[in-house]
C-alpha cells in the first residue's frame, strides 16, 4: 500500500503508506500523492504544507462518500458490522520533503513515515530523525494523525538548511520498525563514501527488514544534495 514519488523539475520527494481494507489503502495513497503534487508549486514552497491539507481534505471526502454509500445501503436492509464499516475507511501516512536550489529544505508530515539526515560534520557524521511519529508511545502500529482519517489535522512542518553532500533518507515503517537507526547510519555512510549506490541502500535496507521479521510493505528514497560551487559553505 506504499506509495513513493518523485518529481525531479519540481525537487519533491514523497512517501505514504496507506491503511485500509483491501486496495483501499493504496487508494488512499495515491489520492493523497496525486493532490498534494497537484497543488504544490516550486515557486512558492509554503504550498507543500497547504498540499498536506488539500490531501487529507480528498481523503477525507472519499471516506465520507463511503459512509453515506453504507447508509444508503443500510436503508434497504443490507447489514454491515462495526468491523466492516471501520475496514471500509482509508488513511495513509504523507511525507513530502522538497529542497529549494538554494538548499532550504521543507518538510511537511502527517504519520509515521520517516525523514533522517545523515551530515558530515568536522569531527564526525551524525543521523537525524527530522520528524516525529504520530503514534502513541510505546505502539508504533497505533497512529494518532493520519491522513482522511479525522476531520483535521496538525501536520508537522519543518525547514533545514541543507549543506552539499548532505543524504536525506525517507522511509516507510516497513524499514524502520525492523531496522535500526545505526543501521540506516552504516549504510547511508557507505553510500556517502561511493561505495554503493542509491538502488543498493535501497536494496540492502529493504532485505534488512525482511529478515528480521519485517512482514510490511518497506519503501524508501535516498536524496543526496549538491549544492552548486558557489552555494557551497
Known amino acids: 500500500d506504499d506509495i513513493c514519488l518523485i518529481q525531479p523539475e519540481k525537487r519533491l520527494f514523497i512517501v505514504a503508506d496507506g491503511m485500509g481494507g483491501h486496495l483501499d489503502g493504496h487508494k488512499a495513497a495515491l489520492i493523497a500523492a496525486s493532490n498534494l503534487t497537484g497543488h504544490f ?3 512558492n514552497p509554503h504550498t507543500l504544507l ?3 491539507h488539500k490531501a487529507h481534505h480528498a481523503v477525507y471526502k472519499a471516506n465520507e462518500e463511503t459512509k453515506r454509500e453504507i447508509r ?3 436503508r434497504r436492509g ?3 458490522s462495526d468491523e466492516a464499516k471501520q475496514q471500509a475507511m482509508m488513511g495513509t501516512t504523507l511525507t513530502a520533503l522538497h529542497i529549494e536550489n538554494n538548499g532550504m529544505a521543507h518538510i511537511a508530515h502527517v504519520g ?3 525523514v533522517y539526515l545523515l551530515r558530515k560534520n568536522v569531527i564526525s557524521t551524525t543521523l537525524q530523525q527530522l520528524t516525529t511519529d504520530h503514534s502513541l508511545p510505546g505502539k508504533q502500529n ?3 494523525q493520519a491522513i482522511g482519517i479525522e476531520k483535521s489535522i496538525d501536520p508537522q512542518y519543518k525547514k533545514v ?3 552539499d553532500g548532505d543524504i536525506f533518507f525517507l522511509c516507510s515503517d516497513g524499514i ?3 531496522v535500526t537507526d545505526r543501521k540506516i547510519k552504516d549504510t547511508l555512510i557507505e553510500f556517502a563514501r561511493g561505495k554503493i549506490t542509491h538502488s543498493e541502500v535501497i536494496r540492502h535496507l529493504i532485505k534488512t527488514a525482511n529478515e528480521n521479521g519485517g512482514s510490511d510493505n518497506s519503501t524508501a528514497l535516498v536524496v543526496k544534495v549538491k549544492m552548486p560551487k558557489a552555494q557551497q559553505a
Open 161 to 163: 538548511q541543507a549543506k
Open 72 to 74: 444508503e445501503e443500510e
Open 142 to 144: 497505533v497512529l494518532v
Open 176 to 178: 524502520n520498525k525492523h
Open 78 to 80: 443490507v447489514r454491515y
Open 50 to 52: 497547504e498540499g498536506v
Open 112 to 114: 509515521d513515515t520517516r
Open 41 to 43: 508549486d516550486p515557486k
